[in-house]
């Protein structure tokens, strides 16, 4: 079954510090994983978009790993910041199947 | 227009009435998909609309919704009976195309939050 956990659930941490969020999937075939920022009451907006070749990407302070062999990612959040406080939603398509497999997200807090 | 935008932004509705969503996606945009979003829950794919193709239909929970898309622009979609397992936030997006391992990025709306009591 084609399936995409999350780790932590939540989390809390001070501004400034930094934070990683797991994703572990089980989808095949792989196509492409992504990592979506979704803010209260907002629609999920698009951070990265990695296929099975590219094992890192960085989008500001936002850099997300992959890694195909172990299907795992990783989300690291540098030097955070109070508006970084949202859900990180890991989402992997399957194949050419345009249907997303989605994560429940981590529920990130950033406390001042 | 800027981005996607689905109305209304909240509905409470009473067990067994019907509700209608409305989402307009970006212009141009050919590709639009609805998706729930239950408390806690990742996104569940409802039903997907390519251009002037038969939709994807694969995900509507069951024959009480159905959705349409006028024009190959406004979609609507429409829950009957509504019950209370309906509860959830009804997200929309819309993308510029679906092909390659659907790596078209989908542009979200905000979502219409239904409540049914």
């Known amino acids: 079954k084609n399936q995409v956990e999350q780790s932590p659930q939540s989390l809390i941490i001070l501004e400034g510090k930094n934070c990683t969020l797991q994703c572990n999937y089980t989808v095949s075939p792989f196509s492409n994983l992504r990592w979506y920022k979704q803010d209260t009451g907002r629609g999920p907006v698009s951070l990265t978009i990695?296929?099975?070749s590219e094992n890192t990407k960085s989008n500001g302070r936002y850099t997300a790993t992959l890694d195909a062999d172990t299907k795992q990612s990783s989300l690291h959040i540098t030097a955070s910041q109070l508006s970084d406080s949202a859900s990180y939603i890991c989402?992997?398509?399957?194949?050419?199947?345009?249907?997303?497999?989605w994560g429940a997200g981590t529920k990130l807090i950033i406390k001042p | 227009g800027a981005g996607v935008s689905q109305s209304p932004s909240n509905k409470v509705t009473e067990k067994g009435k019907d509700v209608e969503l409305r989402c307009d996606p970006i212009s141009g945009h050919t590709a639009l998909y609805w998706y729930r979003q239950s408390l806690g829950q990742g996104l569940e794919f409802l039903i997907y609309f390519q251009g002037n193709s038969a939709p994807d239909k694969s995900g509507l929970p069951s024959d009480r919704f159905s959705a349409e898309r006028t024009g190959g622009s406004v979609s609507t979609l429409t829950i009957q009976r509504t019950q209370q397992e309906d509860s959830a936030v009804y997200l929309c997006?819309?993308?510029?195309?679906?092909?390659?391992?659907?790596?078209?990025?989908?542009?979200f709306g905000p979502g219409t939050r239904l409540t049914v009591l």
């Open positions: 997006a819309s993308s510029s195309t679906s092909s390659g391992g659907g790596r078209g990025e989908q542009f």
């Open positions: 989402v992997v398509s399957a194949g050419s199947n345009y249907q997303l497999i």
């Open positions: 990695m296929t099975f």
